[in-house]
């Protein structure tokens, strides 16, 4: 069973910057996509960006020229650079792994996530 851990987030002011990251025991995750979803309180949980086994990716239209997504294979490891940061960027992030972007997100298993404010 592969285990998730999310880290990186912070308050921040808009306009600033953070890295997220998605460590992942176990091994074989070089073979499924990965994501970054987040949700804000009272909403859905939303994919952000998510990323290929083979480096391809897709983002969302509130994140895209802002974020960019990228894997470390090696490390076992997924990233999220968010730049200019804005205050509904705000919400804890999450990340997950599986063959398609269905089953990413209709995974019953979720780590604690990590939490990420904008605010001056």
């Known amino acids: 069973q592969v285990q998730l851990v999310e880290s990186g987030g912070g308050l921040v002011q808009p306009g600033g910057s953070l890295r997220l990251s998605c460590a992942a025991s176990?091994?074989?995750?070089?073979?499924?996509?990965m994501g970054w979803y987040r949700q804000a309180p009272g909403k859905q949980r939303d994919l952000v960006a998510h990323i290929t086994s083979r480096g391809g990716t897709t983002y969302a239209d509130s994140v895209k020229d802002r974020f960019t997504i990228s894997r470390d294979f090696a490390k076992n490891t997924m990233y999220l650079q968010m730049n200019g940061l804005k205050p509904e960027d705000t919400a804890v992030y999450y990340c997950?792994?599986?063959?398609?972007?269905?089953?990413?997100?209709?995974?019953?298993?979720w780590g604690q996530g990590t939490q990420v404010t904008v605010s001056s």
């Open positions: 176990g091994s074989g995750l070089g073979l499924y996509a």
């Open positions: 997950n792994y599986g063959l398609t972007i269905a089953t990413m997100t209709n995974s019953g298993s």
